[in-house]
């Protein structure tokens, strides 16, 4: 049987990051990881580049049912310190987009880093462990035993988990089922930052399928000014990936096709080239598959000369309020990250432990706080790892 301060379950960014500041604090842990290696989430982010934060990052960016929940943790490690322990390591980086913060070279460097993070003589790590039990004494001490017989115990233990998220890589809902097993509530988990599926007549705009554009996309209160991409299921890019998190089934989508039009731009037009055609806007303006799929669904095809400003306005009504209905997502076997999870009315904000159990944590996506698309995912991996640390 091994001892320790704490038996973080994990090694993934929160739990690696975790267990680092905890070891430095001289905080004896014991790191358990499913998977042969760790990080390997990290390794396969921001295409191999890893996002590794956001120069905006705040409460805004997050969904949560408590949207004050964030904040604390958000507040006592900002993008500025990663950005800080980074260049400590000589990592170089560059804002590719939004303030979005992308490595040089590989994403590697950043799993070595959190990696030399960890003093060797407080972080124990062990990969390939396959977690049969987890227990908690009369006298609050947490016993983990794997299914080959091995055994740790500790006063404290953290859920480091993740969410179901690409399945294929191990992600499952073990976190869930522990903070259930320890009596905690759980916000229902559902597939985020994952692209959109069409149906019924939407269907056409498979057709699409590889066609990318500018677009503004809303669903419900959110709004995201990003690319949008048609898919052979329906849609994707940032912009739908962003919207994805805020989507509920059976809502629409709306796009403007048009972000950056004035209000009245096709009547304009009429009045300045009233021999050119909606389409050949349109191809000014867009990919010519996208503006021709438009003109023809729109079914305007003439001189704008000939069009009513009646027809115009409807048109420009519809390019800037195109409404889908998403018939689902692709699910976690393409979604980013999992929004929902371990419920933050039964944790500490600022220390990420359970009231109703002492000596037990939860940080990073098993919490139910999702980040945006562009880094904000593994800002609350690193800073409800140093809050959870802190409190060690
Ligand atoms: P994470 O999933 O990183 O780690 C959990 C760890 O627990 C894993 O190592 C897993 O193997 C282990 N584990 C699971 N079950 C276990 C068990 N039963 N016993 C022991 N160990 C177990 N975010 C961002 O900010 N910028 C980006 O660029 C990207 N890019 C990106 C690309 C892709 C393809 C995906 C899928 C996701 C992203 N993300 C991202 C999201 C980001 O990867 C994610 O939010 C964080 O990794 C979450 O960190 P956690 O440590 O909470 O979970």
């Not at 390939?128 to 908690?136: H, K, T």
């Not at 933050?344 to 904000?349: D, H, K, N, P």
Request: proline share 5%; with cysteine; charged share 20%.
């Amino acid at each position: 049987m091994e001892h320790s301060d704490v038996i973080i379950l994990g090694a993934g960014a929160a739990g690696l990051f975790c267990a680092g500041q905890a070891g430095q604090r001289g905080v004896r842990v014991a790191l358990l990881e499913k998977a042969d290696a760790p990080g390997k989430k990290i390794l396969i982010s921001g295409g191999g580049r890893c996002n590794f934060t956001n120069l905006g990052a705040g409460p805004a960016n997050y969904l949560s049912a408590n949207p004050h929940f964030a904040k604390s943790a958000l507040a006592r490690y900002t993008p500025a310190d990663f950005i800080a322990l980074v260049e400590r390591y000589g990592i170089a980086w560059h804002e590719k987009t939004l303030g979005q913060l992308f490595c040089d070279g590989s994403a590697r460097q950043i799993v070595d880093m959190l990696l030399e993070e960890c003093p060797r003589e407080q972080v124990a790590l062990t990969c390939g462990v396959d977690i049969a039990a987890v227990a908690r004494g009369e006298d609050g001490q947490f016993t983990v035993t794997a299914s080959d017989g091995r055994i740790w115990r500790a006063p404290a233990l953290v859920i480091a988990t993740g969410g179901p998220s690409i399945p294929k890589m191990g992600a499952s809902d073990f976190a869930y089922r522990l903070a259930r097993q320890f009596g905690l509530k759980v916000a229902e988990p559902r597939p985020a930052l994952v692209p959109l599926t069409l149906g019924g007549e939407d269907v056409l705009f498979r057709e699409l399928s590889g066609v990318a554009a500018p677009v503004r996309a809303r669903a419900g209160k959110a709004e995201f000014a990003e690319a949008a991409l048609f898919t052979h299921k329906g849609l994707s890019g940032p912009a739908i990936l962003q919207v994805s998190s805020y989507w509920r089934h059976g809502d629409p989508v709306a796009i403007s096709f048009v972000p950056d039009a004035a209000t009245d731009w096709l009547v304009d037009a009429k009045r300045d080239r009233p021999r050119a055609t909606l389409r050949t806007l349109l191809r000014e303006r867009l990919p010519a598959r996208l503006a021709d799929a438009l003109t023809d669904r729109l079914g305007l095809d003439r001189e704008l000369g000939n069009l009513s400003d009646r027809d115009l306005r409807r048109a420009q009504g519809q390019l800037a309020d195109w409404r889908f209905v998403p018939n689902g997502t692709e699910g976690y076997a393409k979604a980013e990250v999992t929004a929902g999870g371990i419920a933050t009315g039964e944790l500490s904000s600022r220390t990420m432990e359970a009231a109703k159990v002492p000596g037990l944590y939860a940080i990073g996506e098993a919490v139910d706080v999702t980040g945006w698309l562009g880094g904000y995912n593994f800002q609350w991996a690193w800073a409800s790892g140093h809050a959870c640390a802190e409190a060690l």
